[in-house]
């Protein structure tokens, strides 16, 4: 079973201003993803996510061009083999570069959905899983800056949903921050576990000011407050409480993850399957923080595909944490892209991995079509 093509489809929509949300970097104006489609011999086609690295056509580009060309004829059950030609041929030679990295992420993606859909098994037991509930906590490009009060109104629907925790987004402020926190923990009490996102918005100085507050509110970790090559910030802001540091999903492959686990300050990791390297190198990180009892809660919030696939890698791997349910609103990529749903909510706060093979779901190339790549930021 030889892998003849390779195609990337870069695809964006805008979103509409009154579905527009607020975060550390920005408000965002469009959504983008770039959707991977690989096809064998016997007529085999695996589909799958590269994250766009807000720059969905390039990352296309190099999917369509370089990678392709490196990959087409291989065996396309030989997942290692593939990565590793990438790896001796891009990544080893060039660096731990993100545009590769999050490029193969689709690719091999793709692959096991080619496994599974050439064995009949879902993914999650081609990896040796079980398909049992996994947690999830309501995040996604949603739960903003808005004010204390609409805020509480958004989580209390997503409670009513079925969800037992929420992302909320901070670095604002630290003032606006804390009080958005509390204004959360007063509604809901303790028995919601609130999870804080600054998304690289934090200054050392800020960190400093949030986090004994964080750690009164009973907060579950705080992600990204500063960006992911500033090592020295991190271990200041974990010397000012004891809410744990989260992290991972702008880190690449597992060399990067291995010093982020050796340095000691990041305990709650999170890759990203659509950019660390795809499902091959997730299970090496997700092998290596295991050595280290450190949990794995991969970042995802594009499409269904990379969504549905990181359900499958959580029920298959013996450190897997929470599953980051995409609750934004209007995600067509999500909706319409996929089909069936990558996942719903359960009454007990957990969703299940598909039982269709491969990752368990269809693309609408209809879709794709209709919706070419737009060109510039995401955010402003």
């Given at each position: 079973m030889r892998?003849?093509d390779v195609?990337a489809?870069?695809t964006?929509f805008?979103v509409?201003p009154?579905?527009?949300?607020?975060?550390g970097?920005g408000r965002?104006?469009?959504r983008?993803?770039?959707v991977?489609?690989?096809v064998?011999?016997?007529g085999l086609?695996?589909?799958?996510?590269s994250h766009?690295?807000?720059s969905p056509?390039?990352v296309?580009?190099h999917?369509?061009?370089?990678?392709?060309?490196?990959?087409?004829?291989?065996?396309a059950?030989?997942?290692?083999?593939?990565w590793?030609r990438?790896y001796?041929?891009?990544?080893?030679?060039?660096g731990?570069g993100?545009?590769?990295a999050?490029?193969?992420?689709?690719?091999?993606?793709?692959?096991?959905d080619?496994r599974g859909?050439?064995?009949?098994?879902?993914?999650?037991?081609?990896l040796?899983?079980?398909?049992?509930?996994i947690p999830?906590?309501?995040g996604?490009?949603?739960?903003g800056w808005?004010e204390?009060e609409?805020?509480?109104?958004?989580a209390?629907?997503?409670?009513?949903?079925g969800?037992?925790?929420?992302?909320?987004?901070v670095?604002d402020?630290?003032?606006r921050?804390l009080a958005?926190?509390?204004?959360?923990r007063?509604?809901?009490g303790?028995?919601l576990?609130?999870?804080v996102d600054?998304?690289?918005?934090?200054?050392?100085a800020d960190?400093?000011?949030?986090m004994?507050?964080f750690?009164?509110q009973g907060?579950g970790?705080l992600e990204?407050p500063?960006p992911a090559?500033?090592?020295?910030?991190?271990?200041m802001a974990?010397?000012?409480?004891?809410v744990?540091?989260?992290?991972g999903?702008?880190?690449?492959?597992?060399?990067?993850?291995?010093?982020?686990?050796?340095?000691?300050?990041?305990?709650?990791l999170?890759?990203?399957?659509?950019?660390t390297?795809g499902?091959t190198?997730a299970?090496?990180?997700a092998a290596l923080?295991s050595a280290?009892?450190?949990?794995?809660?991969p970042?995802?919030?594009?499409?269904g595909?990379?969504m549905?696939?990181?359900i499958?890698?959580?029920a298959?791997?013996?450190n897997g944490?929470y599953f980051?349910?995409?609750v934004?609103?209007g995600n067509?990529?999500r909706d319409q892209?996929?089909?069936p749903?990558?996942?719903q909510?359960?009454?007990?706060?957990?969703v299940?991995?598909?039982?269709?093979?491969?990752i368990g779901?269809?693309?609408?190339?209809k879709f794709l079509?209709?919706?070419?790549?737009?060109?510039?930021?995401?955010?402003?």
């Amino acid at each position: 079973m030889r892998i003849v093509d390779v195609k990337a489809y870069p695809t964006s929509f805008p979103v509409p201003p009154g579905a527009s949300v607020t975060l550390g970097i920005g408000r965002a104006v469009k959504r983008d993803a770039v959707v991977v489609k690989v096809v064998t011999d016997d007529g085999l086609v695996g589909w799958a996510e590269s994250h766009h690295g807000r720059s969905p056509g390039a990352v296309a580009h190099h999917l369509n061009t370089t990678l392709r060309q490196l990959v087409l004829g291989l065996d396309a059950t030989d997942v290692i083999g593939v990565w590793t030609r990438i790896y001796q041929m891009q990544l080893g030679s060039h660096g731990l570069g993100a545009a590769t990295a999050i490029a193969m992420s689709g690719l091999d993606m793709a692959l096991w959905d080619i496994r599974g859909r050439a064995t009949g098994w879902p993914l999650y037991r081609l990896l040796g899983g079980a398909g049992r509930p996994i947690p999830a906590y309501a995040g996604g490009v949603s739960l903003g800056w808005q004010e204390p009060e609409a805020l509480v109104e958004e989580a209390r629907a997503l409670v009513a949903a079925g969800y037992r925790a929420v992302k909320l987004r901070v670095g604002d402020s630290p003032a606006r921050d804390l009080a958005r926190v509390a204004a959360v923990r007063k509604a809901f009490g303790d028995e919601l576990t609130i999870l804080v996102d600054a998304n690289t918005g934090y200054r050392v100085a800020d960190a400093r000011q949030v986090m004994p507050g964080f750690e009164a509110q009973g907060v579950g970790w705080l992600e990204e407050p500063f960006p992911a090559h500033d090592h020295r910030s991190y271990a200041m802001a974990a010397t000012f409480g004891r809410v744990p540091l989260a992290a991972g999903e702008n880190h690449y492959t597992r060399f990067e993850f291995t010093r982020l686990i050796e340095d000691r300050v990041i305990s709650i990791l999170q890759p990203d399957l659509s950019k660390t390297g795809g499902v091959t190198e997730a299970l090496r990180i997700a092998a290596l923080a295991s050595a280290w009892k450190l949990s794995i809660n991969p970042h995802t919030s594009m499409t269904g595909l990379n969504m549905a696939a990181s359900i499958h890698f959580l029920a298959a791997i013996d450190n897997g944490g929470y599953f980051e349910g995409d609750v934004s609103k209007g995600n067509l990529f999500r909706d319409q892209l996929v089909s069936p749903a990558p996942y719903q909510i359960g009454p007990d706060g957990c969703v299940r991995p598909l039982e269709a093979p491969g990752i368990g779901l269809e693309v609408d190339e209809k879709f794709l079509a209709a919706h070419p790549v737009i060109e510039g930021p995401g955010y402003i």
